[in-house]
Each structure stands twice: as C-alpha cells, then as structure tokens.
C-alpha cells in the first residue's frame, strides 16, 4: 500500500481523528460542487443576456448613427453640436452590489439618462424634430451601454470564481481526499498488524509460561 505523504500515528485516537477529517472534507467538497455548478448555471443565464445585449448595442448604434447623421444633414452640423453643448443634465450612475451563489457581482443604477424636451436644453425654436430623435437614440444607446457593462463585469466576476472553485474542488478530489483516506488505510492496516502481534505475543508468553508449568510438575 502506497504510504500517505501526511504525517501520522497509527493510534486509535488518531484514526477516529482522520475519519472525522475525511467527513467533513467530503462534505465541504459535495457544497463546493453544488456551488460550481450553480455558478455555471448562472453563467449561462447571464450569457444570453449578454448576447441579446450585444445585439441591442449594434442596433441601437446603428439607429443613433443614422439619427444623427439625418440631423447633421437637415439642421446642421452647428445647430446639432449646439443642442448637445446646451444639455442641462448628466447621466448620474450608481453602483450598487448583489449577490449570486455566495458570489458579491456590480449593480449599476443610471438616473437622467432619458430626458424630455425641456430638460435638455435647447429650445424648440430654430430646431427640428430630428435633433429630438438623434438625442433619443444616443440616450437609448447610453442606457444600452451601462447594462452591458453590468453584464460583462458580472461575466468575468463568474468566470473567476468558477475557475477558482473547479480548482478547491479538484484539490479535494484528487489530492487532500485520496491522502486522508490512504491515512485511514494505513492507520487501520497498522492497527491490525500490531494487534496480531500483540496476539502472537501473549500467545508465546503464555506458551512459554505452561510450559514451565508443566516442567516444575515433572
């Protein structure tokens, strides 16, 4: 039998140790894989969502570009980067957090990203409706933006500890698991070997203490 690279001593005491070691590692490497692969399973659900947002990203893109580019064509190009400049509010974004699988991943919060007319600056007089609809778009695509990044960070933040959860599963697997056990193996078989020759032992000194007996009778 291969011997357990652990350091240990074939006593009862330490052999009762050593399965209690082996319990609880079995039942923290059982836990650890129901959070791996509820973390997959989380990875996936977010997945989808990150490629429908990707393709809301070029859509959205392509609307505002052809927005903008209609703007250009029929206010101008003064009067279009004027009504940017005249914005009175900014997108304010809020970063929060939550938690999946034990696992804390970014929540982002936006406020004014959409804005009616008369919040954003420019007045109605001197421009047409397509500035309105090239403003729109961008705020669409904006908002579009911050949920994908919410999305990816999550991503990565899954990724990471998935990798590093098939790792702690992996080591107890095939490493810290086989070592207790072959510990108990050896624990046990060493166990036996000294009781038989405990058993051998009083076997001959009470052979030996009879056979004294019987030469004191003769």
Do not use: W
């Amino acid at each position: 039998m291969k011997m357990p690279r652990m350091e240990v001593k074939p006593t009862r005491s330490e052999l009762l140790e050593v399965k209690k070691r082996i319990k609880l590692t079995k039942s923290g490497y059982k836990i650890l894989k129901m959070k791996r692969d509820g973390l997959i399973i989380e990875f996936f659900k977010i997945l989808e969502q990150a490629k429908e947002v990707r393709m809301k990203i070029t859509k959205d893109y392509e609307l505002a570009m052809g927005k903008i580019a209609t703007a250009n064509a029929v206010d101008g190009t003064i009067a279009v980067k004027s009504a940017a400049f005249a914005l009175r509010l900014h997108p304010e974004i809020t970063l929060r957090s939550k938690n999946i699988m034990g696992l804390v991943v970014p929540e982002i919060e936006t406020n004014s990203i959409k804005s009616t007319i008369d919040q954003r600056g420019y007045g109605v007089i001197g421009t047409s409706t397509h500035i309105d609809d090239a403003t729109a778009a961008f705020e669409s695509l904006v908002e579009t933006l911050v949920q994908a990044a919410e999305i990816e960070t999550t991503m990565k933040k899954l990724l990471d500890e998935i990798e590093k959860t098939k790792r702690r599963v992996n080591a107890l697997e095939y490493k810290v698991i086989p070592e207790l056990e072959a510990a108990e193996s050896f624990i046990e078989l060493r166990l036996e070997e000294m009781e038989r020759e405990n058993t051998f032992r009083l076997k001959r000194i009470k052979d030996k203490a009879g056979a004294r007996e019987v030469e004191t009778a003769s």
